[in-house]
Nanobody, 120 residues
Framework: QVHLGESGGGLVQPGGPLILSCSAS????????MGWYRQPPGKQRELVAS???????DYAGVVKGRFTISRDNAKNKVYMQMNSLEPEDTAVYYC??????????????WGQGTKVTVSS
C-alpha cells in the first residue's frame, strides 16, 4: 500500500502565493508521473499539472505561467508553487501518483485533498 500525504492548503488573498506539498510513502519501488488535480465547488475534478519521473511538466492552460510543479525523486515528493492566485482557483486540490510497488503495478494513488480558498 502507498499513502499520499498533502499539506499547504489554506486561505489566501487574490494575487497571493501558496505552495502545496505531497509526500508518498509505503511499499514504493518507483513512481512514474506525479501530479495535482483539483475539484472546484460543484464541478468535476480536473488536472492542474503533472510531472514525469524525468521532470517533464505539463499544465492546464488556465494555470500555465502562474503555477509551477516540481518533484524530489529521492524523497518521493511533489510540490506545486501557485502564484497570482485567483478566486477561480478555489478548490480542493488532490495529489496523484502512478506507483510501481515492490513486484506490482503501476497503480494510481490519491491524496485525501487539501482545500485552497482564494478570497479577500
Amino acid at each position: 500500500q502507498v499513502h499520499l500525504g498533502e499539506s499547504g492548503g489554506g486561505l489566501v488573498q487574490p494575487g497571493g502565493p501558496l505552495i502545496l506539498s505531497c509526500s508518498a510513502s509505503g511499499s514504493i519501488a518507483s513512481i512514474n508521473a506525479m501530479g495535482w488535480y483539483r475539484q472546484p465547488p460543484g464541478k468535476q475534478r480536473e488536472l492542474v499539472a503533472s510531472i514525469s519521473s524525468r521532470g517533464r511538466a505539463d499544465y492546464a492552460g488556465v494555470v500555465k505561467g502562474r503555477f509551477t510543479i516540481s518533484r524530489d525523486n529521492a524523497k518521493n515528493k511533489v510540490y506545486m508553487q501557485m502564484n497570482s492566485l485567483e478566486p477561480e482557483d478555489t478548490a480542493v486540490y488532490y495529489c496523484h501518483a502512478n506507483v510501481y510497488e515492490k513486484g506490482y503495478g503501476p497503480y494510481d494513488y490519491w491524496g485525501q485533498g487539501t482545500k485552497v480558498t482564494v478570497s479577500s
